[in-house]
């Protein structure tokens, strides 16, 4: 039995779908690991294969020397060690409690 490339395509949105649709946190590191979680502020689809996710953090959350930034989804909350990692970038932010953070990621599925 072969399959066809409708198939592919077919279970491939499937997936795009089903990957995206997971993401619900934005997880905070510094070098002692991970510190804060979020749920996004708003969620943009702009195609099937592309989001944009915006998350505002208030001058009392996230604080510290932030190193990397993750998307999670797949059963995660916020509560830290949950779910799967996404997508991963690391960054370079010093956040104390006299600045709020917006991070604005948008995620784009490319075949």
């Not at 959350?61 to 996404?86: H, K, M, P, R």
């Amino acid at each position: 039995m072969s399959v066809t490339t409708a198939a592919n395509a077919l279970v491939l949105a499937a997936t795009i779908a089903a990957s995206m649709d997971s993401i619900t946190v934005i997880s905070i590191k510094t070098a002692s690991g991970e510190i804060f979680r979020k749920i996004p502020t708003s969620v943009d689809v702009i195609t099937s294969k592309k989001k944009q996710f915006t998350f505002w953090l208030s001058e009392i959350e996230g604080n510290g020397s932030i190193i990397t930034l993750s998307l999670y989804g797949n059963g995660a909350t916020t509560t830290l060690g949950t779910g799967t990692e996404i997508v991963t970038q690391s960054v370079t932010i010093e956040k104390d409690n006299a600045n709020s953070l917006t991070v604005v990621w948008t995620v784009e599925v490319i075949q």
